[in-house]
C-alpha cells in the first residue's frame, strides 16, 4: 500500500515536470491579430555572377539573428560568366553557392533553359530551393515539374510565392526568350492566360502575405499590379531594372542585374497585410565585408576555369556594337562564307582595349550557341532582313536601304542580282527564331560561335580594331 501511495506521488511529479518543459519548448501560436516581422532578401538576372555572394551570405547571415528571413530569385541564374556557363556540369556552380547561402525559393527566368533539358534537370534535382512557375509544362522531359506556387513558412508566418516566366522569345509561338530549340518539348503559357486561375490561392493557402515572384520585367509586373491585384506584392526580374514603387496599392521591387545589389525588404505584417515596409537596395560593390568560407569556394570556382590565357590584343576599347562588327567579321574569317549575321542580344559585352582573353570573349558570346551555314539566293537574304523586323551587325558585303528597297553589294560596291548565291554563316540562335526564312537543312560546324572566334584569335596575330566600321542594318 504504502509502495502504492509512493508510485502515485512519483508519477504526479512527472507529469508536471514534462508538462512544465514541453509547454516551456514548444512556443505558443500568437493571436492572428499579433504584428509579425519578416525581411525578404531578393536578387534577380545574376547571370553566372559569383563573387558578391560571399557579402550576400554575410548581411543575410546577420539579419538572421535578428529575426525571421526569406531569400528568393526572380530568375535568369545562368548564362553570363564563363566560369559558370563552361563548368563541367554546366551551371552548377551558382546552384552550390545558392544553396549555400541558404535561398528559400526561385521562380524560373528565360535563360534557365540557356543550357538544354537534360542540363536543366540535373540542376533542378541539385537545387536545395524550391522552383516555382505558373506558366511552363515540363511535359515528358523528366525535368521536375516546378509548382505554380509555393507557401515557405518561417515560425508562425506564411507567404505564398506565385512563379511566371516571360512567353515573348519567337513571333507566333509562345516560349521564353531563349533558343527555341532547347525548349521545343516543353510548353508554355501567356501569363495572362493563367493568373486568374490563382486568384483565390492566398485565401486557400491560409497565407501572412501573397507575392507573384515574376520573370516578366517592370512594365507587366505594372500591368499586373493595375489589373490583377490579387498580391500583396511582386518581386520581379527580367528587365534588369532597380525598381522601388506602388502600382495600385502594391509594392513592386527589382534588384538590378548582375548581382550589383541586393534588395531588402523588411515587413510588420498585421492581420494578413503589410502594416509596415522599409526597403534598402544595398549596393555590393561598396559593401565590405563577406563570409571567408563561401568566398574560398567562390575563389576555388573561379581559379580553376582557366580563362585568362591571352589570345589576342585589342588596339581599341570596343562598345558592344563594335564588338558586334569584330564578332561577325571575325567568324565569316573562321567559318570561311561569304556573309555573316548576328543578332545584336547575342552580344553582351564590350571588349576593353589590351590582351583579349578566353573569358572576355565567352563574357561576350555567353550561350554555347552552334555554328551552322546556308547557301541562299540574295533575293532570300532580302526577304529575311525586310519581313524579319529585326536588326543585326553583319559582315563581307554592303547592305543598303533605298526607299522601300534593300541593296546589297559586294566588296567591289557591285550591285549583287536577286539570283546571285552566297554562303552563310550565323550562330543556330538566328535560323531557329526565324524559321520561315531557312527553311532548308544547315550545315552544322563543330563548334560554338565562341569556340569558332577564340579558335581564330588564337591562329592569328594581327591586332583587333572595328572602330571604324558601320556593319548594322536593320529596314526601316
Known amino acids: 500500500m504504502k509502495s502504492s501511495k509512493v508510485f502515485l506521488l512519483i508519477s504526479i511529479i512527472l507529469f508536471f515536470f514534462f508538462s512544465c518543459s514541453n509547454e516551456e519548448s514548444s512556443p505558443v501560436t500568437p493571436p492572428q491579430n499579433e ?32 529575426t525571421n528571413v526569406i531569400i528568393v530569385c526572380a530568375g535568369d541564374i545562368f548564362s553570363g560568366n564563363p566560369v559558370v556557363d563552361n563548368y563541367e556540369e554546366k551551371g552548377f556552380p551558382m546552384i552550390d553557392i545558392m544553396n549555400k547561402v541558404g535561398f528559400d525559393i526561385a521562380t524560373i527566368g528565360n535563360h534557365e533553359f540557356d543550357y538544354g533539358e537534360t542540363i536543366l534537370k540535373d540542376r533542378f534535382l541539385q537545387s536545395q530551393f524550391e522552383w516555382i512557375c505558373a506558366n511552363v509544362d515540363m511535359n515528358t522531359t523528366g525535368i521536375p515539374e516546378p509548382n505554380e506556387y509555393k507557401t515557405i513558412t518561417k ?10 516566366v516571360e512567353t515573348n522569345g519567337k513571333k507566333n509561338d509562345i516560349i521564353p526568350s531563349t533558343h527555341p530549340w532547347k525548349v521545343q518539348n516543353l510548353t508554355f503559357q501567356k501569363y495572362t492566360t493563367v493568373l486568374n486561375n490563382y486568384s483565390q490561392t492566398k485565401d486557400a493557402e491560409n497565407s501572412d502575405l501573397y507575392i507573384a515572384l ?34 495600385n496599392t502594391i509594392p513592386i521591387f527589382q534588384a538590378g542585374s548582375n548581382l550589383n545589389y541586393l534588395g531588402k525588404i523588411k515587413l510588420i505584417i498585421k492581420d494578413k497585410k503589410i502594416e509596415s515596409l522599409t526597403y534598402n537596395l544595398i549596393d555590393l ?45 571575325i567568324l565569316r574569317n573562321e567559318m570561311n562564307v561569304d556573309l555573316t549575321f548576328q543578332n545584336t542580344g547575342g552580344i553582351r559585352a564590350n571588349l576593353n582595349e589590351g590582351d583579349i582573353t578566353k573569358r572576355e570573349i565567352y563574357t561576350i558570346d555567353p550561350f554555347n550557341n552552334g555554328t551552322v551555314t546556308y547557301t541562299m539566293n540574295v533575293g ?53 527564331v526565324y524559321n520561315n526564312y531557312f527553311t532548308q537543312t544547315p550545315t552544322y560546324k563543330t563548334y560554338t560561335t565562341a569556340e569558332g572566334i577564340i579558335n581564330y584569335l588564337e591562329n592569328n596575330t594581327t591586332p583587333i580594331n572595328y572602330t571604324s566600321y558601320n556593319n548594322y542594318f536593320k529596314f526601316q
Open 35 to 66: 504584428a509579425k516581422e519578416l525581411t525578404i532578401f531578393h536578387i534577380n538576372d545574376q547571370h553566372g555572377k559569383l563573387d558578391n555572394f560571399s557579402k550576400i551570405k554575410y548581411i543575410i547571415d546577420k539579419e538572421k539573428e535578428q
Open 380 to 432: 532570300e537574304i532580302k526577304d529575311f532582313l525586310k519581313n524579319s523586323g529585326a536588326g543585326f551587325y553583319y559582315s563581307g558585303v554592303v547592305i543598303e536601304q533605298q526607299n522601300n528597297s534593300i541593296i546589297m553589294k559586294d566588296i567591289n560596291n557591285e550591285i549583287l542580282s536577286d539570283d546571285t548565291t552566297l554562303t552563310i554563316g550565323l550562330n543556330d540562335y538566328i535560323p531557329a
Open 214 to 247: 515574376t520573370h516578366l520585367g517592370v512594365s507587366t509586373d505594372t500591368f499586373i499590379a493595375n489589373n490583377y491585384p490579387y498580391f500583396d506584392m511582386i518581386i520581379g526580374g527580367h528587365s534588369h531594372s532597380k525598381v522601388n514603387k506602388i502600382i
Open 285 to 329: 560593390s561598396t559593401y565590405t565585408n563577406f563570409d571567408s568560407t563561401l568566398k574560398r569556394v567562390i575563389d576555388n570556382y573561379n581559379e580553376d576555369a582557366n580563362l585568362d590565357e591571352v589570345i589576342g590584343y585589342a588596339e581599341a576599347h570596343h562598345n558592344s556594337q563594335q564588338v558586334g562588327y569584330f564578332y561577325t567579321d
Open 155 to 164: 515560425n508562425n508566418i506564411k507567404v505564398t510565392f506565385l512563379g511566371l
